[in-house]
């Protein structure tokens, strides 16, 4: 007994462990993507084209991922689903591709393409801006494009993603570089922190950092790899 009141003790200081309290970076950083009257086939044009970077090299970057048939893969931001069908075709029948979003326009438009090429390995989920909406334990890789500037509470969203990843799982992280003198106008005025900022954040969450990889054709993205311990 007198070994057991410690322990339960400890445990139950565990579970009373108060919630990360996190601010928001910036207020009404999505709104834009909350509107119902999201207007799909605009962002369609402005995500899948040739003036896209990470568009052009898509094929690149999934393959940074290592996906394999029966893996589950989450999608954080999937957006008009550039790399939603891809994964689904890498992860197969067997596999899962989770679509992460906060606009319920963008699932709908996702459901309806999975609906329409009979992918039915595509799950779509509804997240609020704080979370990722992902059960614990439950994919592979996670995969993050373009938005993680979109984060409005950083750590408590990466922390979501960390327990989302089983043991020795990883997340690829692709964002816009930002460096004051260099970086165009737009990423300075659009993108809240540059590279080091964003693995200090990643790794204050509890993840791993692995290494920075090159892809050839990226010349204002970066791609960092983490992984769960």
Not at 91 to 105: H, L
């Amino acid at each position: 007994m007198r070994q057991t009141l410690p322990l339960l003790f400890l445990l139950f200081a565990a579970c009373e462990a108060p919630a990360i309290h996190e601010a928001p970076v910036r207020e009404g950083l999505n709104d834009r993507f909350l509107d119902p009257d999201l207007d799909v086939e605009r962002f369609e044009v402005a995500f899948e084209g040739e003036s896209r970077e990470v568009w052009r090299e898509r094929t690149a970057i999934q393959e940074l991922l290592g996906l394999k048939p029966g893996m589950a893969v989450a999608d954080i931001g999937a957006g008009t689903g550039l790399f939603t069908f891809p994964m689904a075709h890498a992860v197969g029948k067997q596999g899962r591709v989770y679509a992460v979003e906060i606009s319920p326009v963008f699932l709908e438009n996702l459901k309806a393409q999975a609906q329409q090429r009979e992918v039915s390995q595509v799950q779509t989920v509804l997240c609020p801006e704080d979370d990722s909406g992902l059960d614990a334990n439950t994919i592979d890789r996670a995969f993050v494009c373009d938005t993680y500037h979109h984060f409005t509470y950083p750590l408590t969203t990466t922390s979501s993603i960390l327990r989302a990843l089983r043991p020795g799982g990883q997340m690829l992280i692709v964002d816009f570089e930002r460096i004051e003198g260099v970086s165009r106008d737009w990423i300075l005025g659009h993108v809240r922190a540059g590279k080091e900022t964003v693995r200090a954040e990643i790794e204050q969450a509890g993840f791993r950092f692995l290494r920075e990889i090159q892809v050839e054709g990226l010349e204002e993205n970066y791609c960092l790899l983490f992984e769960r311990p």
